[in-house]
């Protein structure tokens, strides 16, 4: 069978002030399109359909009509599960009807276990997770980590395999293999906390991840992020987006880019340059502004919003050069628990207890849920 | 055919700092069973299904379970529609997916006039609704009150009546005939400004209403009010909740009575007269008491609490005669617009101008909105 993989959709999201709902319609427009050229058998949706837990009445409307269109206008079977931006009791409203024209939708930790067969493969559904949903569920506290979490949720699925199937799985975290790259240095070592070893997903055919907006954050094979269909932000400005088209049997796997409405490109000159060459830019698209100037410049803003309306983020050179020196000066390289463990002993003399740390775990997992 | 009429659910409702849920499941648990028991062909909500346009997670949980369970689990057709207490789009979400097996939620103006059949039936789903969405749909500025409104509604699904069927309103809003009772007095004066004419309801064999609390609040054979399951304040001390249940072929409606978990009891006894009968009253229910008592009584309300744990109010009878006069003083007695009106004139020494009027008349609306 064939299916498309698609994450991140974070409808509602804003721009600075700047909605993008019309940046989503556009490019929800191309899956769409792509779907129906590609005469898939499902969409696969790994989380964040939402940007927040309580969206907003358009958001609400948005995703709605979406969902509606893919499942109950163009029939295609829909695979969703809730990633940490939304709220799985909300998300999950209607969800015991929808199942009833094959658009599943699994916000629940329990029902990750049943997976929904679509012609030759078997779907695991598995939503964002917090640990002590794992150990309420497994009766276990001896699971402490993420990745004794997913070893068990691993073994529970496979029981549940049909030797004649293939195996999919779609969630939504953080995973990590061992090319660790310059880039995700940061990801690994702060976020680290929570990073599932792709080596526990080795039993299935395709992993669909959800979560990390870059397509390349994982250099896998069988385990892919699709991305955001959208550039969410500058960081993501010169990131490609699109989607995974992945056929079972034989197994391959396509990328098919999307092209966003209005683009996020970064600019880098003197204020002169940028007001004389201004028409070669789009006046919709987005810009993240770099000045190189090293004088004060009067109403800078408002005089280059003249020209580039939709200005996301405005920044010095001879700043920014300051900014990143100070950040090389405090640079974290070790993981946040370690940073507190060091802490506790320093200030209180002693080494945390295990109840102490599973606190300071959970903790941590709580804080950075909302970061990605 | 049958089918049972219930409203104003409020689900998430909050009884001064204490939970309703609870309460909420057991008269739920008491509607299902009369549903099964009477064999009824379809259940009536006439809106406020939820409390608040963002209901709690928690209210979120409960009503989907509710809703689950009549239509996925029992198989009762479901006729539901929003209420001003809900976000019509926030409570849309799955409705069309609800709608193929049998659970019909209107939450829109324009889908109001494609009545649901069930039987030997056609129900009009009309979810509460503002004057100018009335406007719009019918493209005329001429429409200025609700009564306007309410004629072309009625006229424009009286297109869609078939002879041999009978007609059932599902509705949400004040409606008021001519028995204005002393009790109803400040809801036809000052809340009179949106209460519809019965007279208008004629054409319909049944209007399911909801919006008062009251099921008494109409005196009409075929137009009325369910009232809520449950009591949400103290002003419904006093009340009988229940829900109606109607059979259309030859027509009759016989009133089913709710037990709630929980009851509202208004005390008035001086504090030593309380707290040595307190044994008699069931220590779970909730409290209204008036003390009696002139004298002050140090920590009364924590005194109290030992013996009466959920008390949502505490008064006296000598403050309460204090406020009841100056509550006569500031008697009002005409609706608010007129009194703007007077103030406008008075103030500025000329009459409001009908955009004015209109404009006022709107945002008095939207401020009742959430009054009932």
């Known amino acids: 069978m064939r299916f498309l993989h698609t994450a991140d959709w ?71 599960i809730s990633g940490n931006h939304d709220s799985a009791t909300r998300l999950s409203t209607g969800a015991d009807w929808f199942a009833r024209s094959s658009f599943y939708l699994n916000t629940d930790l329990a029902s ?14 598995l939503p964002f997770f917090g640990i002590q949903a794992v150990r309420n569920y497994f009766h276990d506290e001896r699971i402490k980590t993420v990745n004794d979490a997913m070893e068990r949720i691993v073994a529970e699925m496979q029981k549940a395999f049909l030797a004649d199937k293939h195996h999919v799985l779609v969630a939504h975290f953080f995973a990590a293999g061992s090319q660790r790259t310059a880039d995700s240095e940061t990801l690994i070592e702060v976020g680290g906390l929570s990073a599932v070893a792709t080596s526990l997903l ?23 992020y699709s991305g955001s269909p959208l550039k969410f932000s500058v960081s993501e400005a010169q990131q490609e987006k699109g989607v995974w088209l992945v056929d079972t049997d034989p197994f391959a796997v396509q990328w098919l880019p999307l092209e966003p409405l209005h683009d996020i490109t970064l600019l880098k000159a003197s204020f002169k340059e940028l007001m004389a060459n201004a028409k070669g ?78 606190w300071a775990e959970e903790a941590l997992t709580e804080a950075t849920k909302e970061e990605q």
Chains 1, 2 share one sequence.
């Open 112 to 125: 990750a276990f049943t997976p929904v067969t679509i012609k030759d493969t078997q779907f695991f559904l």
């Open 281 to 358: 830019y789009p006046a919709t698209d987005f810009y993240d502004i770099e000045l190189t100037d090293r004088e004060r410049i009067p109403d800078v803003l408002n005089k280059l919003r003249t020209v580039f309306p939709k200005i996301v983020s405005l920044h010095r050179t001879h700043q920014a050069q300051q900014l990143a020196l100070n950040r090389q000066k405090h640079r974290v390289t070790e993981s946040p628990l370690d940073l507190l463990a060091d802490f506790y002993s320093q200030t209180l003399g002693g080494k945390l207890s295990p109840a102490q740390y599973r």
């Open 10 to 80: 974070h409808i509602g999201k804003t721009l600075n002030e700047f909605s993008l709902l019309e940046d989503q319609q556009a490019v929800f427009a191309q899956i769409e399109q792509i779907a129906q050229r590609e005469q898939v058998d499902a969409v696969v949706v790994a989380g964040d359909l939402y940007d927040r837990s309580i969206p907003s009445e358009a958001a609400v409307k948005e995703l709605n009509g979406m969902l509606r269109r893919l499942n109950l206008t163009d029939h295609f079977p829909v695979l969703a």
């Open 202 to 224: 080795a039993p299935f055919d395709y992993v669909a991840l959800g979560h990390l907006h870059n397509r390349n954050a994982l250099n896998e094979e069988r385990i892919k």
